[in-house]
């Protein structure tokens, strides 16, 4: 089966995507950030409070999530469709949004927040109440997976287990980080950068800040 197709920015996403988003969001459902949430969890740090959201929530994190796809189709770097490798993918990408979100796992916290304070210094609290409001960012998605690339990351006690519990681990990591450091490089050549892509591509899907 020939790879999907690579979209042009401001085209709709592909069948591949539309398609294998919808049937992988339906068979993790259970996974799938909670878009009622009526009682904050209590967290560590302020920063990583639960934000209560409106129903129209779950546009926004399968908003973010179908960005995410599209823009590393638009690397042309997505596995044929159908295949194990692409399913894996778009479980990835879901699920660790998910755990970011949901989970309420001290390793997982503490990896999230240390990850903007190293990358992002200032800018860290505003970025990570983005992501709560809205899912990934380009910034949220390049400090965990600069965070990931250090083997010390994983050696923190229950890493691992928080994210099992949202069934990944290091494995699922090192896809996506491999996926990002492939599609920096193609856009690079391009005079782009990720960030500019997922930007356009976040405005093109449902639940961006402009609806």
Known sequence: MPAAPVARLGEAPSPFIRAYLAI????????????SW????????????????PARTSSVYI???MAMLATFED???LPPEGTPQANRIIKAVIQFQ???LKSDH??????????????????????ETSFR?????????????????????????????GFREFNIGKQDFDILAELYQQS????????????????????????????
């Open 24 to 35: 992988t969001l339906l068979s993790l459902a259970p996974l799938v950030p909670d878009t």
């Open 133 to 161: 409001q809205s899912g990934w960012s380009a910034d949220t998605f390049d400090a965990v997976m600069t965070a990931g690339q250090f083997e010390t990351a994983w050696n923190a006690d229950g890493l691992s287990e």
């Open 106 to 127: 001290p390793a997982v916290r503490q990896f999230f927040t240390e990850a903007h304070r190293a990358k992002l210094g200032s800018r860290a609290d505003e970025v």
């Open 63 to 65: 908003g973010s999530v």
């Open 98 to 100: 998910s755990a970011f």
């Open 184 to 211: 920096s490089r193609a856009f690079s050549t391009q005079g782009k950068s990720f960030q500019e892509v997922y930007a356009q591509r976040r405005r093109e899907m449902p639940g961006a800040k402009s609806e």
């Open 38 to 53: 009526s009682q904050p969890v209590i967290q560590p740090t302020p920063v990583m409070r639960t934000v209560a959201q």
């Open 75 to 77: 690397a042309g770097i």
